[in-house]
């Protein structure tokens, strides 16, 4: 391993590490070392990822079988978790074997929930090939499949093992996908750690710091994960931006990149704030400009009271309340509950007057 990889322990009832770098795939074997039988659960586009995965489990003496499932939020369905199921059932996957989730964060979201549920629980190691699943889908233990009602409405709190977040596997991810990924990183930056957002200021790309970037949007998910794993407090902040993002995401079908998604739900949580006097203006444009800077989108035009009416079945809604996550200056997250209308209107008009066709 080379000295070049970093290391974040999550804390919590059962702590892991996130090892983060190149070659971080490696340590696989170690990982699951004992182990008698694992599943790599994959989209077919890494099908030679999986492969190099599963010839490594099969070195360190573990019977590892690929299992593929569809790529991208597809795979995130309950006909998709029931073939899982009863292909697991055909292995004979026993209660002291793992799953692996190897891809993007649809893949990572579906391997912890099948991981979750087969047999009330076994182990997952998550393997994130996308910069989403590595600062975000695939830490914290988080899992869960879509249903016509909204995203992850099933699922379930079930920790990794481990998480490998091999830097090597972005040199193959697509720049708008990579882009994408960068909307968890900004967040995490603009909620908790200024130092990332300097990063991106200086190289609103990512790459320079690429690995220096994950590891501070995994610190700053782990100290909230280790402290509020069930998500009833401090870990609540996580969804910065998020409320209105599933809710695109849901009234387009998944046709928009959760990264983009999100890039729009922070600037409207920013304008929500404003309206609300928690943050200034500036404050609010540093957001824009950031976003704007790294290529994402600022705006989205769509039916808004269709988007509220999504946004209040949330899983973060409380009853009829929508609640939001809001900054009262930036580092310094709040929970905003059942904003005013005219509130609400005023953020919607920010994001939609510029927004995309």
């Given at each position: 391993?080379r000295?070049?990889?970093?290391?974040?322990?999550?804390?919590g009832d059962?702590?892991?590490?996130?090892?983060?770098g190149?070659?971080?795939q490696?340590?696989?074997?170690?990982v699951?070392?004992?182990?008698?039988?694992?599943?790599?659960?994959?989209?077919?586009p890494?099908?030679?990822?999986a492969g190099?995965?599963?010839e490594?489990?099969?070195?360190a003496?573990?019977?590892?079988?690929a299992?593929v499932v569809p790529?991208g939020?597809?795979?995130?369905?309950?006909?998709?978790a029931?073939g899982a199921?009863e292909?697991?059932?055909r292995l004979?996957?026993?209660r002291s074997?793992?799953?692996?989730?190897?891809?993007?964060?649809?893949?990572t979201?579906?391997?912890g929930?099948?991981a979750a549920?087969?047999l009330?629980?076994v182990?997952?190691v998550?393997?994130p090939?996308s910069?989403?699943?590595m600062v975000d889908?695939?830490v914290g233990?988080?899992?869960?499949?879509?249903t016509?009602a909204?995203?992850?409405?099933?699922?379930?709190?079930h920790p990794?093992?481990a998480v490998?977040?091999?830097?090597?596997?972005?040199?193959?991810?697509?720049?708008a996908?990579?882009?994408?990924?960068?909307?968890e990183?900004?967040?995490?930056?603009?909620?908790?750690d200024?130092?990332?957002l300097?990063?991106?200021?200086a190289?609103?790309?990512?790459?320079?710091?690429?690995t220096?970037?994950?590891?501070?949007?995994v610190?700053?998910?782990?100290?909230?994960?280790?402290?509020?794993?069930?998500d009833?407090?401090r870990?609540?902040f996580l969804?910065?931006?998020?409320t209105l993002a599933?809710?695109i995401?849901r009234?387009?079908?998944f046709?928009?990149?959760?990264?983009?998604?999100?890039?729009?739900?922070?600037?409207f949580a920013?304008?929500?704030?404003?309206a609300?006097?928690?943050l200034?203006?500036?404050e609010?444009?540093?957001?824009?400009?950031?976003?704007?800077?790294?290529g994402?989108?600022?705006g989205?035009?769509?039916d808004w009271?269709?988007?509220q009416?999504v946004?209040?079945v949330?899983k973060k809604?409380?009853g009829a309340a929508?609640?939001?996550?809001?900054?009262?200056?930036i580092?310094?997250p709040?929970?905003?509950?059942d904003?005013?209308?005219?509130w609400?209107n005023?953020?919607w008009?920010?994001v939609s007057?510029?927004?995309?066709?």
């Open positions: 391993m000295a070049d990889v970093r290391r974040v322990a999550v804390a059962r702590p892991y590490e996130v090892v983060i190149p070659g971080a490696v340590e696989l074997g170690l699951l070392a004992g182990t008698a039988r694992a599943v790599v659960v994959h989209a077919a890494l099908a030679g990822a190099a995965a599963v490594t489990l099969q070195q003496g573990v019977a590892a079988e299992l790529d939020e597809a795979a995130k369905t309950a006909e998709v029931a199921w292909e697991f059932g004979g996957l026993t074997d793992a799953v692996v989730g190897l891809g993007g964060g649809a893949v979201d579906l391997a929930f099948l549920t087969w009330r629980g182990r997952v998550q393997v090939t910069l989403l699943g889908a695939a233990g988080k899992t869960g499949i879509n016509a909204g995203k992850n409405l099933v699922g379930a709190f990794p093992a490998l977040a091999d830097t090597d596997a972005l040199a193959a991810l697509p720049a996908e990579f882009r994408a990924g960068l909307a990183v900004v967040k995490c930056g603009l909620i908790a200024q130092r990332v300097e990063l991106l200021e190289d609103p790309t990512g790459r320079a710091g690429t220096e970037l994950i590891t501070r949007a610190q700053v998910k782990a100290d909230a994960v280790g402290e509020d794993l069930y009833t407090g870990r609540e969804n910065y931006g998020h599933h809710a995401e009234v387009e079908d046709g928009w990149r959760h990264g983009e998604a999100v890039a729009v739900g922070l600037l920013a304008e929500l704030a404003v609300a006097g928690r200034s203006r500036a609010a444009d540093r957001h824009r400009d950031l976003v704007a800077a790294m994402l989108p600022t989205y035009r769509g009271a269709r988007l009416s946004m209040r949330d809604a409380r929508m609640r939001f996550v809001v900054l009262e200056g580092g310094n709040t929970i905003l509950t904003p005013d209308q005219a609400l005023a953020a008009a920010a007057e510029s927004g995309n066709p």
